[in-house]
């Protein structure tokens, strides 16, 4: 594999302001945010996948909208491709272009916002969690496949587009692509429908997939399908995945590399196996102790954190961890760990590990 | 001792021409006092069916067409709809799939549940009933003081919990829960998990628990019955149908969970989709997805065979192997 990164987030932070109350205003009291992404900073190679995983509210999705460039980051830069892409998706500015990949055959100097937003939008894009809601129950799975490459004006003739359209259905293992295209997204079943999902995205041939939760609605014994789906196009395509899940088990089996989020901050990055076997931050430890395992004789080995994800607009002082953590000294509350190399290409932030 | 025994219960859900579906067939169970049964199985198996069936609430198009539902002996199909309403509750209470999103909004979690005990005729008066419902809070563990907020300012696995306390309000003997911590968070969902394990023991509930996690039956259940295709696959204790599945179903569903503890085990998917109920093949239900498929499999409903005294399983080819 390439180790040439595709896409770069460093530093980002996102923070959504809370509507201000009136005695706040009267207070001058400064606005409140919630700080969804605190920090995060990590590399992604060509044809890796990373799987970000982590609790509702640790941040996850919101990164993964950073990245897409469908949300603009408070503080920070995202490089994708050589370019950073808030500038890339606002079109903004004269400093497009200076890192600039080689080949990647793209001049955004020359191209007007449309023309920018589209190429990203080409690029990088995402595959939703729920097959039962982000497809147009309207539009035969044809359409909906064809509708990025009209959009996009890939193709010069029908012939072109049927071929297309063929071969991403095909892809996705709906064969004969006949026998489904002139169907409706109502007549397919939970696990055809995410193929249609990812055979519309795959059409376009994008760089980068953001997935988000692809088989969290999907029945057990189809989720192994998809995900086996995802690591053939990885392989044929050399896409470059972003896993988002709160599903350490299925993340488990087709993830090169592992970032654990909490409230915003990834306190545990490294490889899959390194991660899941060999955890080195409580809460990660915590994590994998709870998942629940088909397995009777493993039992009561749970390590049960009490009391949910804080909230974020009021980050805790210290390790934001500290709360919940049980092994937390008064250190934890003083020093806010960042994540340093443990063992290698294992990072971790716990001063304790 | 069983405590709710069901047998041969099928049901069939009517479609808008009049065709009737068999959504459950012949579906055979226990549940032993003080134990714990898993009902798994993909969605559309028919595992929410026989729960609602046994606690006779299917919806308008379904009819139970045949069986019998004993509690402490008692044909429940038999009695009037309402000495069956004092059933429900009181010997038998539920938690529905996705119950903690039907809280009415506009009420406090206390009223609501004095609601259910004044209904129930649990309790006469109102501060009795205040009082009764602070202790319900405190036994799922949510402080009694915040019975005076909104479902709004409860997170979701506090919403469960003020489910689960609503669901306890009449000291039922039997929970049923139905995917109980689909849509949780999995630090919430052990959360849950742990309180529901803590209720079994201090109230001495018997629980019966629909759900397509098998992880989770792993960790909480006695029995677990494994269904396919509205038919059981599989009956027997929890040990045994983790460490020797004998239905080739069960295998695959097995294999096709994820274990977090070993990523290095492939993955194995189940080919095809469970099969639709206008269309169910003739034989085994699950012979067009089975990898050790043989001719009778087609042609024939496997009967139920018993592995032991405690194990039985739907399949031609249990007992023949080498």
Redesign the interface.
């Known amino acids: 594999m390439e180790t040439q990164p595709i896409l770069q987030v460093q530093d980002l932070y996102k923070y959504f302001p809370l509507p201000r109350d009136i005695l706040r205003y009267l207070a001058r009291k400064p606005a409140r945010y919630v700080k969804a992404v605190d920090g995060v900073h990590f590399t992604v190679s060509k044809g890796e996948i990373l799987a970000l995983v982590g609790?509702?509210g640790s941040g996850k999705t919101t990164v993964g909208m950073n990245v897409l460039g469908l949300q603009k980051p408070t503080r920070g830069r995202i490089t994708f491709a050589g370019y950073n892409v808030a500038e890339w998706a606002e079109g903004l500015g004269p400093s497009l272009g200076v890192e600039r990949l080689e080949n990647s055959g793209i001049d955004l100097a020359r191209m007007s916002r449309r023309e920018r937003i589209m190429a990203l939008r080409e690029r990088a894009l995402m595959i939703f969690q729920d097959p039962y809601e982000s497809l147009n129950v309207r539009q035969k799975v044809y359409e909906i496949v064809a509708e990025p490459l009209v959009i996009h004006r890939i193709t010069q003739s029908r012939e072109e587009l049927e071929e297309l359209v063929r071969s991403a259905l095909e892809t996705c293992g709906l064969v004969p692509a006949e026998h489904f295209w002139h169907r409706y997204p109502t007549e397919l079943?939970?696990?055809?429908r995410q193929r249609v999902a990812i055979a519309g995205a795959l059409v376009l041939n994008p760089t980068l997939i953001v997935a988000d939760e692809p088989v969290s609605m999907l029945?057990?014994?189809?989720?192994?399908?998809i995900?086996?789906l995802l690591l053939s196009i990885r392989q044929e395509q050399g896409v470059t995945i972003l896993y988002t899940t709160?599903?350490?088990?299925?993340a488990?089996?087709f993830t090169d590399r592992m970032a654990v989020m909490y409230l915003g901050r990834i306190v545990e990055l490294g490889p899959?196996?390194d991660v899941?076997?060999s955890p080195l931050h409580p809460y990660t430890k915590?994590?994998?102790s709870?998942?629940?395992?088909?397995?009777?004789?493993?039992?009561n080995k749970?390590v049960?954190?009490?009391g949910?994800i804080p909230n974020p607009t009021d980050v805790p002082q210290g390790c934001r961890f500290h709360p919940r953590c049980p092994i937390a000294t008064d250190d934890c509350l003083k020093l806010d760990p960042q994540l340093r190399e443990l063992t290698p290409k294992h990072e971790v932030a716990c001063i304790h590990a | 001792m069983a405590i709710l025994e069901v047998r041969n219960l099928s049901v069939e859900y009517l479609t808008e021409d009049g065709v009737p579906l068999r959504a459950v067939e012949d579906v055979n169970f226990c549940l032993e006092e003080g134990g714990s049964l898993g009902l798994v199985g993909?969605?559309g198996c028919g595992k929410t069916t026989v729960m609602l069936g046994l606690l006779r609430m299917l919806p308008q198009e379904g009819r139970i067409v045949s069986g019998q539902v004993l509690l402490e002996g008692q044909d429940l199909l038999q009695i009037g709809e309402a000495k069956m309403r004092k059933v429900r509750w009181k010997k038998m209470s539920m938690v529905f799939q996705g119950a903690m999103n039907a809280l009415n909004p506009v009420r406090t979690i206390e009223s609501q549940i004095v609601e259910a005990l004044r209904i129930h005729d649990i309790v006469g008066g109102a501060s009795e009933a205040r009082q009764r419902a602070g202790e319900l809070l405190e036994m799922v563990g949510i402080s009694a003081t915040r019975g005076r907020e909104h479902p709004h300012q409860y997170?979701g696995?506090m919403k469960q919990r003020a489910i689960i306390a609503m669901a306890l309000a009449c000291e039922p003997h039997i929970l049923i829960a139905d995917e109980p911590t689909t849509a949780l968070?999995?630090?919430?969902?052990?959360?849950i998990?742990?309180l529901l394990e803590r209720l079994k023991e201090e109230l001495k509930l018997s629980l019966l628990l629909v759900t397509?996690?098998?992880?989770?039956v792993?960790?909480v259940c006695d029995d677990v019955l494994v269904m396919y295709g509205g038919r059981v696959a599989e009956i027997a204790r929890?040990?045994a149908i983790?460490?020797d599945p004998v239905h080739p179903y069960t295998q695959?569903?097995?294999q096709?969970?994820?274990?977090?503890?070993a990523?290095?085990t492939?993955?194995?998917?189940?080919?095809g989709?469970?099969p639709r109920l206008d269309a169910l093949p003739p034989g085994c239900r699950f012979e067009p997805r089975c990898h050790l498929r043989e001719d009778i499999c087609a042609q024939r409903i496997p009967p139920s065979i018993a592995v032991n005294n405690s194990h039985l399983a739907a399949c031609h080819l249990v007992g023949r192997e080498s």
């Open positions: 609790e509702s079943s939970g696990g055809q029945d057990v014994s189809i989720r192994a399908e995900l086996s709160h599903d350490l088990a299925t488990g089996y899959t196996r899941l076997l915590a994590l994998i709870v998942i629940p395992t088909p397995n009777p004789a493993q039992r749970r049960i954190l009490h949910e | 993909e969605s997170s696995g968070d999995v630090m919430i969902q052990a959360q998990l742990e397509h996690d098998l992880g989770l792993a960790e929890s040990s983790f460490n695959r569903l097995l096709a969970f994820p274990d977090v503890k990523p290095d492939p993955l194995v998917s189940i080919p989709s469970p």
